[in-house]
């Protein structure tokens, strides 16, 4: 695909998955995610949310193709998708948290 442009539905997608991502509980189980697979369980047990309410989140986050589930045994092993949507965070948070932008650390005047 060109990277010149989206059709109306494509944004409309895109959108839609970022938008996954502005809720802080569920872009937690994605971050958990990021670095290894991890059983339901283990995640709702790492951040203190119960079990029904991270089987939701996962579930719109495996429709959404941003992490996959594998059944072994009893249990599945959640994960990031692919090294796309890993490489996107892993770039934002960056971006936030290490990179030095020009500008971003001027004062904002009149914020006092
Ligand atoms: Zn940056």
Do not use: W
Not at 31 to 38: P, S, T
Not at 81 to 105: N, P, Q, T, W, Y
């Amino acid at each position: 695909m060109r990277n010149d442009g989206l059709q109306p539905d494509q944004t409309a997608q895109l959108a839609e998955t970022f938008g996954l991502l502005a809720d802080p509980t569920r872009l937690s189980i994605v971050v958990v995610c990021m670095e290894r697979e991890i059983p339901a369980g283990d995640i709702a047990d790492e951040l203190g949310l119960s079990a029904s309410l991270v089987s939701h989140h996962l579930r719109l986050l495996r429709a959404a193709r941003m992490l996959r589930g594998e059944r072994r045994g009893k249990q599945v092993f959640y994960s990031m998708a692919d090294a796309c949507v890993r490489d996107v965070l892993k770039i934002m948070i960056d971006h936030l948290f290490i990179h030095e932008h020009g500008g971003s650390d001027e004062p904002h005047e009149g914020d006092d």
